[in-house]
């Protein structure tokens, strides 16, 4: 059974049920129109408050994350710190031994060993790899130039060095040079 509202209109007070009321659809459609005609538009105050949103959305945005950063910021610099001979021998020889374990420098070369030709870009590549690899080879006092290197067979094989004294004692003066190229064999220089 539905609630009936009891109210006191009755004649000297008396307690009178009011009767139950049924709405329509007509009725209901109406009061939904009623509303959504009520609720139109924008909230009491929209303007202002949008526009301070807006404001604060953009200085979000434009806000430099630098800004309160608490990193401490050196006021003197202080120059680098220069290697001594044997920290730059090392950090060559490091430099050298990863250059000797390039994988893509070493693939290169075994395509070029085949009878590939590079690209200008990859050849380029191959190039200063290699120069450097001399450059290091040199400082190290591991590399001795090929032609030096052919020279130095070619000799050995054509005539046989003559033999260095044992003692490395120097001639002090003119006289001892003079004797000392008086002595001198040339058949052992000929070819």
Do not use: C
Not at 13 to 42: C, I, M, P, Q, Y
């Amino acid at each position: 059974m539905s609630r009936q509202k009891k109210s006191k209109t009755g004649i000297n007070g008396d307690l009178v049920f009011a009767r139950k009321h049924n709405r329509t659809s007509g009725e209901l459609e109406g009061r939904l129109r009623k509303k959504a005609k009520k609720h139109k538009g924008l909230k009491t105050g929209s303007r202002h408050s949008e526009g301070a949103e807006a404001a604060v959305r953009n200085g979000a945005q434009q806000r430099d994350p630098r800004l309160g950063s608490k990193k401490p910021i050196p006021l003197i610099v202080d120059a680098p710190k220069k290697l001594n001979k044997q920290e730059r021998r090392l950090s060559a020889e490091k430099e050298l031994a990863m250059l000797e374990n390039d994988a893509q420098l070493n693939v290169l070369l075994d395509r070029i060993d085949n009878g590939e030709k590079l690209g200008a870009g990859l050849q380029k590549y191959v190039d200063e790899k290699l120069d450097r690899i001399e450059v290091l080879m040199n400082q190290l006092g591991l590399f001795e130039d090929a032609e030096e290197m052919e020279e130095a067979e070619e000799a050995e094989a054509i005539a046989p060095q003559p033999q260095a004294k044992a003692t490395k004692a120097k001639a002090k003066t003119d006289d001892d040079l003079l004797s000392q190229f008086e002595n001198l064999d040339l058949n052992d220089y000929k070819g």
